[in-house]
């Protein structure tokens, strides 16, 4: 627990996350189980969701925390492997997080993404939060002699809180 | 990242200029006033007021009854940016997450003709899971 963000998860940040859910007809611990183990099968295919040039590189997530999400291709008769990050907690069957990094992340960027899956009447909601935006950013705070965390914490309640009240002060032109 | 998102968090990244966009959120100030009620001199004023309007975060316009004083307002583009780039994530999920209910689901149809039974223990795979649509 040497890590320096974990004091202050930036779950409590809004404005610095996304979200989406989708509720299916499928108990949790089989959501939990295909989301993981069949990634590949269900991850969208094509240039926006995946790595390779043709959108056909396969998509990998080992169990258990500490396990990759990557995905693999051919390259001039090589298989080629780029890691999107870790997964930080495994607790099937509800929740899951792994380390998020873009392909153009420098190599201290990291985003996080959480999946829960909460049981329904009918089966499952599950909701990803993908937070920490407001950390990828070209002035890192250890420049500024400010710790992540604390800085972090409050640049994103900052924003949520402008976001929010900008939207009532905004204005035609 | 895109480039005009950075500068408007770079712009955000001092502490002084974050005072002065609080500041700003209850409405339109002369800059004089801003320096005054932050305790800011004037040459570092001017400087912060370069670096925001230079990222597009404040914009300068005419007092109204007063042509010559001029006030800065906030601008809400940028925001917007940053907002967008949020909205696409979300678009970017959602995309992921239909695509996963349609596959589970008919994994889990599957199962159920297979085993007669909700257990979703049935070991055997849907042979019409790869199809897509």
């Known amino acids: 627990m040497s890590d320096i963000l974990e004091p202050t998860r930036p779950a409590a940040i809004p404005g610095d996350q996304a979200r989406a859910s989708v509720s299916l007809k499928v108990p949790p611990a089989l959501a939990f189980e295909i989301f993981t183990a069949e990634i590949d099968q269900w991850w969208r295919r094509g240039l926006r969701y995946r790595i390779a040039r043709d959108g056909r590189g396969i998509l990998h997530l080992e169990p258990g925390v500490g396990g990759r999400l990557f995905e693999s291709f051919e390259l001039h008769g090589r298989t080629k492997v780029i890691e999107t990050g870790r997964i930080t907690a495994w607790e099937p069957p509800a929740r899951l997080c792994f380390e998020w990094r873009a392909v153009n992340f420098k190599p201290d960027e990291k985003t996080e993404v959480e999946v829960e899956f909460t049981a329904t009447a009918t089966g499952t909601m599950v909701t990803v939060t993908h937070r920490g935006w407001a950390a990828i950013r070209p002035d890192h705070p ?23 009240s900008l939207r009532l002060y905004a204005r035609p032109s | ?24 959120r209850e409405g339109p100030r002369r800059p004089s006033e801003v320096a005054a009620a932050l305790s800011i001199t004037r040459p570092a004023m001017s400087r912060h007021l370069r670096v925001l309007r230079g990222a597009g975060v404040v914009d300068q316009e005419l007092a109204e009854g007063d042509g010559r004083a001029r006030v800065i307002r ?9 907002r967008g780039w949020i909205e696409e994530i979300e678009a970017f999920w959602g995309d992921q997450l239909a695509s996963f209910k349609a596959h589970a689901e008919r994994v889990y149809a599957a199962r159920l003709r297979e085993s007669g039974s909700p ?6 795979r849907d042979p019409e899971g790869e199809s897509q649509r």
């Open chain 1, 142 to 164: 250890a420049r500024h002699h400010l710790e992540a965390a604390p800085f972090l914490a409050m640049m994103g309640r900052w924003w949520g809180d402008l976001l929010s």
């Open chain 2, 1 to 24: 990242m895109r480039p005009d998102v950075d500068q408007t968090l770079a712009a955000l990244a001092d502490p002084s200029r974050r005072a002065i966009v609080e500041l700003l």
């Open chain 2, 74 to 82: 906030l601008r809400p583009a940028p925001f917007e940016q940053l």
């Open chain 2, 119 to 124: 257990s979703g223990e049935a070991p055997e």
